[in-house]
């Protein structure tokens, strides 16, 4: 009896969700008009508006409308939606503002509640992308992978999931929800750390899960995988693979829902650790890392795959926005998507078949020469790449060619604006690669990484082996010729070829990009300027100087016939210690503010300039059994530790552990052990460090407090500035 009416309900509820109705997307026109309804700005993605409203002739008179303090100082990447007068936008962490978009009013906020505990398995700050919205609601995933409905009329919780599927590893969520049909599917980061990436699809309506595909197999000991693509993909992985690390994939930004092909075209992560020696010892393609796969909506079974770097050694993700286009190729037109992830290509790609159409470099890269359409391989070259046998120079460097700031595709044009970085870095395995411990929740990257805008400055401090592998490295000479190059440009898609390029400021400058039909394209720059610029040449129409730097891109929308662009403010991100001296967020703080603009605006604002450093203050006397071992030691704990969060640079967004003072040194066991600074964002480490190494790590920083001290007593005496900085980020982790 009972048997029989759990059937019938089962029917019926079966019968409920096949009902459900799909919303249908609009596909007859590209780019955004009055609405910008997801981060992308359309169903394509393409960050491009149709709006004409600002021309070239009139742009120079834009002036700020309104501008809304997002309250935070730390990073700011999402790009805001508009709908209907109204703006959805996410900050750090994952909260998320309403607004009037005419007036800026506030209309409701939301902040995620979180154990912050979930900071130390963020390595690249606590950046947010994006919201969703669909069926009246705001969807968005916190850092801790909780995802959000909020109703969006009001902000209140309508559900709330747990995406997370193992909370002992350190993932995290950073991208934007993308909605697909009556679903939304959500990623999570965390590839360096110790996991194994997958997309969750959720039911729009009420949070209940439709599917879930993992990235890569797991350990085929542990019993059938989830799918039969895994099954296929475990031929790929050695048998040696180091499972119980994770191993990587993780989806961290780009999900793009292809309307035409009723698919989810997902980008995946890195392997974990980076060193395939300690990963997958021996080799294989390592399927699906760092990867275009394309999955069913329904279903989630996977339609197509296209793996952009085999056998990752580099970090060379491939979760870089996509953008979803219609190309003519050799006389026919083909549904493409266009992209360029970290991996120094530009990738044309079929949606239908999942094959590369065009798969040009636009940067150097010495992991692969160039890429073989025949056998849609690309053809490596792991003799100036592979480090398993010693130090290498690679291009490009792990921060990529390209990465999550957004590029704006233009049709009419033909152009693809992107910001893009050409640069090498140095890596090396730090030990032996065998019986290598997974580090918990934490950083297991097993590769020592330099990344510098001077390689060769950085070079001559390293120890004499490694610096005399680097001199004889057939790229040294490209190296010392042109350390690097960041620009923005504007690219041919099927060619690679650039058409235009302006360069900016240095290698930590970079940014998204938003293009209008009417020829221009937007952007802003770290040192706090939002550009205008001639779409067909380059040449600069306007700028302002907004004092807070720009990362994030840019996005326009109009309501009654007015047309607005409005910007997010705030420096961060990967690197985040690492503020650049022409930063606005260096010179003036990092104010996150949402700065809109339109014709016949105002003034902006400018921040006041952060007053001059101070000398270190006096650290208390150094402990009396402190031994230089000690003070190694807790300098080597430090930066295995410490130093992705304490850059201990100046004008970084965290404290300077060198210019701690008496009531800081006083709790330091406190703040450390015991977890007094949770709440904002400084984990607790008794579960990795013991006393007596938290003493190391307290010893070496009283030292160093005593050395910077002197120094910088001496440079104020002399009446020079303090503020001198280190160009290079040695992470090795
Ligand atoms: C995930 C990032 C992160 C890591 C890793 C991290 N911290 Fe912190 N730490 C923070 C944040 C955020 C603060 C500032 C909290 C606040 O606003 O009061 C902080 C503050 C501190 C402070 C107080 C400094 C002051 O002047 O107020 C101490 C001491 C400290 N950290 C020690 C450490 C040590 C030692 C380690 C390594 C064992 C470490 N931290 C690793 C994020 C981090």
């Avoid at 300039?609 to 000690?630: I, N, S, V, Y």
Wanted: charge should be negative; include cysteine.
């Amino acid at each position: 009896m009972i048997g029989r009416r759990s059937i019938a309900l089962a029917a019926a509820l079966a019968l409920v969700s096949c009902a459900e109705e799909v919303p249908q997307v609009d596909t007859s026109t590209y780019g955004a008009g009055e609405n910008w309804d997801n981060p992308g700005g359309d169903w394509a993605g393409s960050h491009f508006s149709r709006l004409e409203g600002l021309t070239k002739d009139n742009v120079a008179e834009l002036g700020l409308a309104w501008e809304y303090d997002l309250g935070t100082a730390r990073v700011q990447e999402a790009t805001p939606v508009v709908i209907d007068g109204v703006m959805y936008t996410s900050g750090n962490l994952g909260r998320v503002y309403a607004l009037n978009a005419v007036t800026g009013a506030e209309l409701w906020t939301f902040t995620p509640e979180m154990d912050m505990q979930v900071a130390r398995a963020a390595c690249c700050d606590f950046a947010n992308r994006g919201i969703a919205v669909s069926q009246g609601k705001v969807m968005v995933a916190a850092l801790d992978g909780q995802l959000y409905a909020l109703d969006a009329q009001t902000g209140a919780v309508q559900w709330q999931v747990d995406t997370i599927v193992d909370h002992t590893r350190g993932y995290t969520s950073t991208g934007a929800p993308e909605v697909a049909g009556n679903l939304v599917v959500i990623g999570n980061a965390g590839a360096e750390m110790d996991t194994r990436g997958y997309v969750t699809a959720y039911h729009v309506s009420d949070g209940s899960k439709a599917w879930r595909f993992f990235t890569i197999p797991h350990d085929p000991a542990e019993g059938p995988q989830e799918n039969p693509e895994l099954e296929a993909a475990l031929d790929t992985w050695s048998d040696e693979t180091r499972w119980d690390i994770g191993g990587g994939g993780t989806v961290w930004d780009a999900i793009s829902y292809d309307p035409q092909f009723d698919q989810v075209i997902i980008g995946t992560g890195n392997g974990g650790p980076y060193a395939q020696a300690i990963r997958s010892p021996g080799g294989g393609d390592n399927l699906y890392l760092n990867s275009l796969v394309a999955l069913d909506r329904e279903t989630g079974a996977m339609k197509w795959h296209f793996q952009e770097t085999p056998q990752d050694n580099w970090d060379l993700t491939a979760t870089q926005p996509m953008t979803l286009a219609q190309m003519d190729v050799d006389g026919t037109s083909r549904p493409v998507v266009l992209h360029t992830p970290k991996n120094g290509f530009f990738f044309v790609i079929d949606r239908e078949t999942g094959r590369a159409i065009a798969a040009n470099p636009i940067v150097r890269t010495n992991w692969a020469s160039s890429w073989n359409l025949e056998t849609q391989r690309p053809n490596m070259t792991p003799e100036t790449s592979d480090y398993t046998n010693g130090p290498q120079i690679v291009f490009p460097a792990s921060p990529g060619a390209r990465n999550w700031y957004p590029a704006a595709y233009d049709p009419t044009r033909n152009s693809y604006f992107a910001h893009v970085i050409d640069m090498g870095n140095m890596l090396w395995l730090p030990g032996p690669v065998d019986n290598v411990e997974r580090q918990p929740g934490f950083m297991n990257a097993g590769a020592a990484i330099i990344f510098s805008p001077d390689l060769a400055a950085a070079a001559a401090s390293l120890p004499p082996p490694i610096r005399a592998a680097m001199e004889a490295h057939p790229q040294w000479q490209s190296v010392l010729d042109q350390p690097f190059t960041s620009e923005l440009r504007a690219i041919d898609p099927m060619t690679g070829a650039t058409k235009w390029a302006v360069p900016g400021l240095g290698w930590q400058d970079r940014q998204g990009v938003l293009a209008t039909q009417s020829g221009i394209v937007f952007h802003g720059n770290v040192a706090g300027r939002l550009f205008a610029r001639d779409a067909d040449t380059g040449e600069e129409l306007w700028h302002v100087d907004t004092g807070s730097s720009i990362l994030a891109a840019p996005m326009t929308y109009a309501v009654d016939g007015v047309q607005y662009v409005a910007v997010q403010t705030g420096w961060g991100g990967g690197g985040w210690g690492f503020v650049p001296p022409y930063a606005a967020a260096y010179s003036k703080g990092n104010a996150n503010r949402l700065l809109v603009f339109r014709l016949g605006g105002g003034a902006v604002p400018i921040p006041a300039d952060l007053p001059a450093l101070e000398p270190a203050p006096e650290p208390p006397a150094q402990f009396t059994d402190a031994t230089p071992a000690m003070i190694a030691m807790g300098g080597a704990l430090f930066t295995e530790n410490c130093g992705l969060c304490h850059s201990n640079q100046p004008r970084a967004p965290l404290p300077d552990l060198r210019r701690m003072n008496a009531g800081v040194h006083a709790g330091f066991n406190q703040i450390v052990l015991e977890g007094l600074l949770v709440p904002r964002g400084m984990p607790r480490w008794n579960d990795r460090l013991n006393a007596e190494q938290v003493k190391a790590i307290h010893a070496f920083l009283i030292d160093s407090q005593t050395t910077l001290r002197r120094r910088e007593l001496e440079l104020q005496r002399r009446g020079l500035p303090l503020d001198t900085q280190s160009l290079t980020i040695l992470s090795n982790f």
